[in-house]
Nanobody, 123 residues
């Protein structure tokens, strides 16, 4: 059974930084592409960043490009999201997700999801 558990969320001031983690169990990390998504109150869930199986390719939404960095450590089955220069509009519940499908750039293919970790950016 695949399980994803996020951690690292919290309250941070605008301009601050946070690092999210996501631990994968039940499956080898090298068998899945991974991604971060987020959902703000009253809005639909949106794509943030995705990373290929070995981490050599990454893709970001335009809203976070240049501020967020996604990376993974397959030796410890963990995905990360380093978030810098945070803005109030980054406030959301952040989810990590996994897909074993080859077309990992299609966000509709993500079938395993964590419960989310809350990120609040506020002064």
């Amino acid at each position: 059974q695949v399980k994803l558990v996020e951690s690292g969320g919290g309250l941070v001031q605008p301009g601050g930084s946070l690092k999210l983690s996501c631990f994968l169990s039940g499956r080898s990390a090298t068998s899945v592409a991974l991604g971060w998504f987020r959902q703000a109150p009253g809005k639909e869930r949106e794509f943030v960043a995705i990373i290929s199986w070995l981490g050599e390719k990454t893709y970001y939404s335009e809203s976070v490009k240049g501020r967020f960095t996604v990376f993974r450590d397959n030796a410890i089955n963990t995905l990360y999201l380093q978030m810098n220069s945070l803005k109030t509009e980054d406030t959301a519940l952040y989810y990590c997700a996994a897909t074993p499908r080859s077309d990992y750039r299609d966000v509709r293919n993500y079938e395993f999801w964590g419960q989310g970790t809350q990120v609040t950016v506020s002064s």
